[in-house]
Nanobody, 123 residues
Framework: VQLQASGGGLVQAGESLTLSCAVS????????MGWFRRAPNKAREFVAT????????YYADSIKGRFTISRNNAKNTVTLRMNTLNPEDTAVYYC?????????????????WGQGTQVTVSS
């Protein structure tokens, strides 16, 4: 199973970005999917997760109302729409796939990880 994250970049505060994660090697419907991020000099943190069929989602408080996770199982892709970005959102963003059911919010539940995509928000 391989995960390829893309869509990162440099934006100004208040702008938006959409990250994508392409999954190959197994049907996306087998996985709950999540996004995590690691800011400079900080530990990795949970951002958002979505269950296998897209019925349930869960978000970190820090991004709730600004970010939206979605999935297209037919296209084997997961997206993270990020609105109203601020400099505190600057981080490397990772997508991850979990074989567990539901909406896992901690890293040990995830079996596969992508390589990360850099998001930089300038003030």
């Amino acid at each position: 199973v391989q995960l390829q994250a893309s869509g990162g970049g440099l934006v100004q505060a208040g702008e938006s970005l959409t990250l994508s994660c392409a999954v190959s090697g197994r049907s996306l419907s087998a996985f709950a999917m999540g996004w995590f991020r690691r800011a400079p000099n900080k530990a990795r943190e949970f951002v958002a997760t979505i269950d296998n069929n897209g019925a349930s989602t869960y978000y970190a408080d820090s991004i709730k109302g600004r970010f939206t996770i979605s999935r297209n199982n037919a296209k084997n892709t997961v997206t993270l729409r990020m609105n109203t970005l601020n400099p505190e959102d600057t981080a490397v963003y990772y997508c991850a796939a979990s074989l567990t059911s539901g909406v896992p919010i901690t890293a040990p539940w995830y079996n596969y990880w992508g390589q990360g995509t850099q998001v930089t928000v300038s003030s």
